[in-house]
């Protein structure tokens, strides 16, 4: 895992704490994840502060008051992002989620031109986060990452995972239909990138950016000396 101790830009956090009711932008797409390239700004989302804040406590796992606060970027069609999910995530979970010392948030940052069925996948586990079920769906598509990548429509594939977690179909068509949930995934992807994030995984810790999948070794040292210093 590659440290960059820059602190992150602050339109990440701004964005990013307001629940991206405020981003007045949309993401251009860049061609590979590592490659810095200029961010195209677009037409600005309508705000939808309340919804949005849902949204946003919808995809966040641990306690409120956690003192540490970490914001997984990621990718659903990525490998490397199904293999913290898979390897490092479980544990986070177990030694700092649970036991009250971090909270975990999930940011959007599918890279449309390496995953052409990222997108789409964001906005089902988007979709779902307006029903409740944002997890169960982040699991599954995870766990199922290689049977739907691949797919030329995945929409089909996708409508079946929405059922395993009991979504409203109709629901869902309305929210896919709305346009809404594209432009909170763009501008999340934009603050991200402005931020300094360029590939997936990464990871925004208490202003530090931590770039790359690590098992929880790596992680340890820099959490646990993190909670020992907020503990002063």
């Not at 932008?25 to 502060?49: D, E, K, M």
């Not at 540490?68 to 990621?74: D, F």
């Not at 309305?174 to 949930?181: F, L, S, Y």
Request: charged share 15%; with cysteine.
């Amino acid at each position: 895992m590659q440290l960059n101790r820059a602190v992150v830009a602050g339109a990440v956090a701004a964005v990013v704490l307001a629940g991206l009711a405020t981003a007045g932008f949309v993401a251009s797409r860049r061609g590979v994840s590592t490659t810095p390239g200029a961010a195209r700004a677009q037409g600005a989302p309508a705000s939808q502060g309340g919804q949005d804040d849902l949204l946003l406590a919808a995809r966040t796992r641990g306690d409120s008051n956690a003192p540490i606060v970490i914001y997984e970027v990621s990718d659903f069609q990525c490998p490397f992002c199904r293999q913290f999910w898979a390897e490092t995530l479980p544990h986070l979970e177990s030694e700092y989620i649970r036991t009250g010392k971090a909270r975990l948030t999930f940011i959007n940052f599918p890279i449309a031109q390496l995953h052409p069925n990222a997108q789409a996948a964001h906005v089902l586990a988007m979709c779902g986060a307006e029903q409740g079920k944002f997890w169960g769906l982040h699991d599954l598509l995870y766990s199922h990452q290689r049977d739907w990548a691949g797919l030329g429509d995945p929409q089909p594939y996708f409508r079946g995972l929405a059922d395993s977690v009991g979504l409203s179909q109709d629901r869902l068509t309305r929210c896919v239909a709305d346009g809404h949930i594209r432009q909170l995934i763009a501008a999340e992807e934009q603050a991200a990138y402005q931020g300094g994030v360029k590939s997936t995984p990464s990871f925004i810790v208490q202003g530090v950016l931590l770039a790359g999948t690590a098992p929880i070794e790596a992680f340890r040292p820099i959490l646990d000396s993190m909670y020992r210093a907020r503990l002063r």
